[in-house]
């Protein structure tokens, strides 16, 4: 079976055998890492080599934080103005579909947002041209989507930004897809879900100059200064979600060889897909190519009549979850990480078998 869940999504299945194998007994200790204290010692190696980990392969810079959080990337979405907002002035967003207006409709029911660029001009087919971007006078960070998971639109390039507005990125759904110049952005947050571990688990990476912008009014939980200084455990962490994050770490360092060669592989089995949809005549995809995303695919078909049949056979086939987003509906097919290159090469062969039938 092939799992194209855009969320949660699949996991690269050495690590689940290896989970696995160390369920019941973590290395000897007699005991399974979801039963021990966050405070042991045992613990304590788990989270600081997956944060070790983490910070190898993303090159993450010495004055940035990690945070290993809980509540999703929605609670970012909160958790951003609350954080970076005490000095005062104005969120900045660029709106290109679903998720970012979540995030723009968040801080404008806690304080406002300016939309700095949007894509609704263009129907959600391409994100804003970096001289479209327009910030307020007052901007205290410009936020944006790296990746639109439903929508399947990907940033080609990183804004540029004055040097005292911070730049936040949203990269839930493709994060770990290729190599990243963390040192560009203020705040990088995600949700786990898709390139990183099981759902329950958010990564923030932060500027550590921006702690001391937190608004003094808001709950320790929300506070990126509180959660930093006490090693992301101001309370229970998600520990069981944290170690298996870090064993995806040390997959895509020890068996795929790091973030170059895991986005040669990624690249590969976007541009197969949307070769595969733009020759057929049956599929498309409306995203401006250079726009096009390499973690979520969504495509339509010609004739709305097919697309029972189409996921009914799918399925059978062992190709699973390639149903679209219930707000757009027609297909989607994520390729994250743990997606292997013979399961793209699997769905192509069934997608072009089922147009020769249906032709
Ligand atoms: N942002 C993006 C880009 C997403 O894809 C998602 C979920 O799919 C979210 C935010 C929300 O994440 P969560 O469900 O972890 O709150």
């Known amino acids: 079976h092939y799992n194209f869940c855009a969320g949660p999504a699949a996991l690269p299945v050495a690590v689940l055998e290896r989970a696995r194998d160390e369920l019941l007994d973590y290395r000897g200790r007699g005991l399974s890492v979801m039963e021990m204290s966050h405070r042991s010692a045992e613990f304590n190696e788990i989270a600081e080599r997956a944060e070790r980990d983490l910070r190898d392969l993303l090159a993450i810079p010495d004055n940035y934080r990690v945070l290993f959080l809980q509540g999703g990337a929605t609670l970012q979405f909160a958790m951003l103005p609350y954080n970076l907002l005490g000095q005062g002035g104005t969120p900045n967003y660029i709106d290109t579909g679903i998720w970012s207006k979540k995030a723009i409709d968040e801080a404008k029911r806690l304080f406002s947002a ?205 190709l699973l979850n390639l149903k679209g987003h219930r707000s757009v509906g027609g297909m989607r097919a994520s390729l994250y990480n743990a997606v292997p290159e013979e399961g793209v090469e699997a769905l192509i062969g069934f997608m072009r078998e089922f147009e020769r039938k249906n032709a």
Not at 288 to 316: I, K, Y
């Open 114 to 318: 300016h939309i700095a660029a949007s894509s609704r001009d263009n129907g959600l087919s391409a994100v804003p041209r970096p001289e479209a971007i327009a910030l307020s006078d007052d901007a205290a960070y410009l936020h944006y989507t790296g990746n639109e998971t439903i929508g399947g639109l990907e940033f080609d390039y990183i804004p540029e930004l004055p040097e005292d507005v911070p730049l936040v990125c949203d990269l839930s759904s493709s994060i770990l897809s290729r190599p990243l110049d963390v040192s560009r952005f203020g705040v990088i947050y995600a949700g786990a879900q898709k390139n990183i571990g099981p759902a329950g688990l958010t990564v923030v990476i932060l500027r550590d100059d921006l702690l001391e912008r937190g608004r003094a009014d808001m709950p320790s939980l929300f506070s990126y200064q509180a959660m930093s200084e006490a090693g992301s455990m101001v309370n229970t962490p998600p520990t069981y979600a944290w170690y298996l994050a870090g064993l995806v770490f040390q997959w895509l360092k020890n068996e795929v060889g790091g973030l170059a060669a895991m986005a040669d592989i990624n690249r590969r089995k976007a541009q197969k897909l949307y070769r595969a949809i733009d020759e057929s005549q049956l599929y498309s995809n409306p995203i401006d190519p250079v726009n096009r995303s390499w973690m979520n695919v969504p495509f339509v078909l010609a004739e709305e009549r097919l697309n029972a049949g189409f996921l009914e056979q799918a399925e059978q086939a062992g």
